[in-house]
């Protein structure tokens, strides 16, 4: 007799971030459209791009496209670990080398979402798992679907939103810098105490750095790699979604370096889990997309996203400058594309959604919905057209 999977069944009915954003935000706006049909909307909530690819990748996707469309040209499964290329692009072209990246410790993914779930397969069952408070929401829903036990780092203003060290032992460790929701990055000083806990502790680091190309602030760390013995103790989740458009081609990639070790591996076993588990599990990422990768990371490529990277952070530095103007108090905006806002008077993020949309227009998603240290803020979405940034800020 099969029976329903109860790790995976206690999020249904309506739990999950995804479906709060499309029931409940969503509901509210529509319902708002419905009765003040004269009044311009701004969406501000979803985290997904707007503008096109590069051209220099949309070359590379045609030709990728063509290449399969040709019998003398065609190629079917891939290295199930990521096309060579690409993966060798990772490491030179995207950490420039200076990580020490071999391309054996990359494996490239469908995007950042699938692997920043699944990587906790690599993990006993008991493993505890921690996470910011407030948080990127797949971290919980995984860690709730895997059935770990899992313990909160509160992130507030007055820590600068990123969490001391943990009061227990935990196994685990998400860290999200530059972080969704609050737009906040960490210090050197920061980071290199969560690695040395790691390390005290054999914990694992898994450190999400799908915004770092979004990082203008010198000293700030892009890759968890800069600090010093991280690499015994961290993975990295990269992706191109954001700062190349690629939210709908989807690629992404993990780094498992050699050296990292737990309690009963020795090195290099964690990547060679790793790759028998994409042996299992997963055979590999789109080869058009990964071409449209590889196209993105060579040097007319980079330069375009650049320039994509600029266009939102410069949408995002025209958003926090108006709110703020009006009195407003704002977090991120800078080193990332979100805006993290105070509920001004005490308002609870649900009040302050609703006065948002009503007053101005904007729609947000309520700090609450991202963690219980997350009310009384809004997080703003600035990777929308530029006209539509403007036009609501003009609306303040
Ligand atoms: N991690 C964070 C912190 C994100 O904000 C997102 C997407 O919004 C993802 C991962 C997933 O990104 P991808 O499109 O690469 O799956």
Not at 96 to 124: H, R, T, Y
Not at 172 to 196: K, M, R, S, W
Not at 358 to 374: A, E, N
Request: with cysteine; glycine share 8%; charged share 20%.
């Amino acid at each position: 007799m099969a029976t329903k999977n109860l790790s995976l069944s206690q999020l249904s009915g309506g739990k999950t971030y995804t479906e709060i954003v499309f029931n409940q935000v969503w509901g509210k706006v529509e319902a708002y459209r419905a009765s003040h049909p004269q009044q311009q909307l701004f969406m501000m909530a979803f985290g997904d791009t707007t503008q096109p690819l590069p051209p220099t990748v949309v070359r590379a996707l045609v030709e990728a496209a063509n290449r399969l469309g040709d019998r003398q040209t065609y190629t079917g499964y891939e290295d199930i670990s990521g096309n060579p290329a690409l993966r060798s692009a990772v490491c030179a072209d995207y950490y420039q080398k200076k990580m020490d990246i071999d391309p054996s410790e990359v494996f490239i993914s469908d995007g950042a979402q699938s692997v920043s779930v699944n990587i906790q397969e690599l993990f006993a069952p008991d493993n505890t798992v921690a996470v910011q408070n407030p948080t990127y929401p797949s971290f919980v829903e995984g860690t709730l679907v895997a059935g770990r036990p899992l313990v909160n780092l509160p992130c507030r203003e007055d820590n600068n939103f990123v969490p001391k060290l943990p009061d227990e032992k935990v196994d685990l460790i998400y860290l999200c810098f530059p972080n969704n929701p609050t737009g906040a990055v960490a210090t050197p000083e920061q980071l290199q105490a969560f690695v040395d806990y790691a390390r005290s502790h054999q914990a694992v680091i898994i450190f999400d750095a799908v915004y770092s190309p979004f990082i203008t602030t010198p000293n700030i760390p892009q890759s968890i790699y800069e600090i010093e013995g991280a690499k015994e103790c961290a993975i990295e989740i990269g992706s191109f979604s954001k700062w190349a458009n690629f939210t709908g081609l989807r690629v992404g990639w993990c780094v498992i370096p050699q050296e990292l070790t737990i309690k009963n591996t020795v090195p290099g076993e964690l990547n060679d889990l790793w790759r028998l588990r994409h042996a299992v599990k997963f055979w590999g990422t789109a080869n058009i997309a990964q071409h449209g990768a590889i196209a993105a990371l060579s040097p007319a490529g980079q330069q375009e996203c650049q320039e994509v990277v600029k266009y939102y952070l410069e949408n995002a530095r025209l958003l926090r400058e108006g709110l703020s103007a009006t009195g407003l108090m704002c977090f991120g905006g800078i080193d990332s594309p979100f805006v993290w806002v105070k509920a001004p008077q005490g308002l609870s993020s649900w009040q302050f959604f609703q006065k948002m949309l009503q007053s101005t227009g904007i729609v947000g998603v309520p700090g609450s919905v991202f963690g219980d240290c997350g009310e009384g803020y809004l997080r703003l979405v600035a990777l929308g057209p530029r006209e539509e940034i403007e036009a609501a800020v003009k609306n303040l």
